[in-house]
């Protein structure tokens, strides 16, 4: 499988940072700083007034620069199961500002809110392998792509929000197999380089239901509520 030779690699050749093992984990690398860096030179991300960033490690860096530069940082909590965060550095003191980024800091100083009431700028991921066409691979669980298809169906991030990821080049693969409900990626950024997708993959237009199960549906509230206002609406 992709994700375990790329899980392999990083700890193989001494390029995985904590948390270890990364072995199931989006998997943080050295070089996270400066990708962040990289990042963070970007129009796509200098005119962005809200981010929304996953909660993994490697992406941390990304998150306390979204706050230092004073953009409104949204996060998802993990496993979707308190929803999202939105983080105002206005209303955070600079020297909490790292605290801030991480998990249990976005709890403290973020408010939850629901995804109608926000307005994606840009979205950064976490990736445990990426290709040049954009593809990407996750953990497994899929819930990148069910944060996208919330916001999606929600109106809070279009086909032209701009999706970007930092990664490792050791997480650069020659191909990924994408399905209509993945989330592909339009800017890949490494230590060393910014790529920006050409032939870009079609991107999912809001939830796909047939593949949840009901558990998982019963496991996050904002897609049951989703599916309930849904189902609602049929009946109406």
Not at 67 to 83: E, F, I, N, S
Not at 142 to 168: K, N
């Amino acid at each position: 499988m992709i994700r375990e030779e790329i899980w392999r690699i990083l700890e193989e050749e001494n390029i995985a940072l904590f948390p270890k093992p990364v072995h199931g984990r989006i998997p943080n690398f050295k070089g996270n700083i400066q990708a962040a860096l990289k990042l963070r030179e970007l129009r796509e991300y200098r005119e962005a007034e809200t981010v929304f960033c996953n909660p993994d490690s490697p992406q941390r860096p990304v998150r306390e620069f979204v706050l230092r530069d004073g953009k409104k940082l949204v996060m998802a909590t993990p496993r979707l199961r308190k929803g999202f965060l939105s983080l105002n550095p206005e209303e955070i003191s600079r020297k909490d500002l790292r605290w801030a980024s991480t998990i249990k800091g976005a709890f403290k100083y973020g408010v939850h809110v629901h995804p109608s009431k926000l307005k994606i700028d840009l979205k950064v991921t976490g990736c445990v392998a990426v290709s040049l066409d954009g593809g990407r691979l996750g953990k497994g669980h899929g819930y990148s792509d069910l944060e996208y298809g919330l916001l999606r169906e929600y109106g809070s991030i279009s086909d032209s929000t701009p999706i970007a990821t930092t990664v490792h080049e050791a997480q650069i693969v020659p191909y990924i197999p994408m399905t209509l409900h993945d989330m592909p990626l339009d800017i890949i950024i490494t230590p060393l380089r910014v790529i920006r997708v050409k032939d870009k993959h079609k991107r999912p237009k809001g939830i796909n239901w047939e593949i949840l199960s009901k558990r998982k549906i019963e496991e996050i509230p904002l897609l049951r509520n989703l599916l309930e206002e849904k189902n609602r609406g049929k009946r109406e």
